[in-house]
């Protein structure tokens, strides 16, 4: 295990951006992914930060992105469309859905846009941010290839399948959760760090519980909150694969293995405030979100709202990195 360095967020999203372009992705692709990866460092997700990048660029160099790829709507209802990816990369195609689904919200008051043919997004609270900093609510969700058993299994059959809602308030309220009792990506992280992960969160191949993470990426994570978590991570599988025209289950592949091609969906709603509770709303909910912090915490605890933490870091101007990562980061961007 190496040890991490401190680095300037905009040097380390200009050095990511410059990667990207060195396999061939446009500039304006290579901006928006390489600000995502940045984003989600500086905000402590690091399993879905820089550590993401040369599994990226694993899955250009095996033909699985088309650089040049049209992102383009195949199915339009009015509040709905479907959108192909064009085999993008994710962030991409992801901001372009939303932008889709943003302009339905101002002419219907809501807009919900699938999308199909597209690679990994990263952590999807960087888009339900984005867009409730505009004055939207925005949920957006994704599936995963299998990495979890249903409740009562033992056999990887489910994605971890995060789901993701911002709300545009002050107090600000931006959930980013996954549906496992850990995400895989933190048990890429914890592998690359030589570090165990808890207990309870994960079987080996064999089906026995460990605190490995090698043997748990091998083996299966767990839903958290057993039937729960796991209701929902099919409910996601649904949504987001088979009502996208994306694939669900075992058939889901290129997300984490990104030398195979990615066949995961994806699902995003923007709702105008407005249009659904009439002018104040938003006012409202601030209003209930404040009382929530201002009441009674547990001894050396604190009340915070869902995302708190993850945007008060992302004022930070340095983020730090895993030194082998950044050496591997520096070779790629030539």
């Excluded at 380390?12 to 992705?25: D, L, P, S």
């Excluded at 905000?43 to 820089?50: C, P, V």
């Excluded at 404040?290 to 101007?317: F, H, V, W, Y």
Aim: hydrophobic content about 35%; charged content about 25%.
């Amino acid at each position: 295990m190496t040890g991490t360095i401190e680095i300037d967020r905009s040097r380390a999203k200009a050095t990511a951006r410059e990667a990207f372009e060195q396999y061939g992705i446009s500039r304006q692709d290579a901006d928006v992914t390489a600000d995502m990866l940045v984003t989600a460092q500086a905000r402590g997700k690091q399993s879905h930060g820089l550590i993401r990048l040369p599994r990226y660029v694993r899955g250009i160099e095996h033909g699985n992105v088309d650089q040049d790829g049209n992102i383009e709507i195949v199915r339009d209802a009015g509040a709905a469309a479907t959108i192909d990816g064009g085999a993008r990369l994710g962030p991409a195609v992801a901001v372009e859905a939303l932008g889709e689904a943003t302009a339905r919200a101002d002419q219907d008051g809501v807009g919900l846009v699938g999308v199909h043919n597209s690679t990994h997004l990263g952590a999807l609270g960087y888009y339900t941010d984005r867009v409730r900093r505009d004055g939207y609510i925005c949920l957006a969700m994704t599936n995963t290839e299998p990495a979890m058993p249903p409740y009562g299994g033992v056999e990887p059959v489910l994605g971890t399948n995060p789901l993701a809602l911002g709300l545009p308030t002050d107090p600000p309220f931006n959930l980013d959760m996954s549906t496992a009792a850990i995400a895989r990506g933190s048990l890429e992280e914890a592998a690359e760090r030589g570090e165990q992960i808890p207990e309870g969160v994960a079987l080996d191949e064999d089906g026995e519980p460990t605190t490995d993470p090698k043997a748990a990426l091998e083996g299966t994570i767990l839903p958290f909150g057993g039937p729960k978590g796991s209701g929902l991570a099919i409910a996601i599988e649904v949504l987001a694969g088979g009502l996208v025209g994306a694939a669900m289950g075992e058939d889901v592949t290129g997300t984490y293995h990104t030398e195979d091609p990615c066949t995961k969906g994806d699902l995003f709603v923007v709702v105008d405030p407005t249009a659904v509770g009439g002018e104040g709303t938003t006012a409202r909910i601030e209003t209930f979100l404040e009382q929530l912090t201002q009441r009674q915490s547990a001894a050396d605890s604190e009340i915070r709202l869902p995302g708190a933490s993850s945007l008060r870091n992302e004022r930070i101007k340095t983020i730090h990195v895993d030194e082998g990562l950044w050496t591997e980061i520096l070779a790629l961007a030539g």
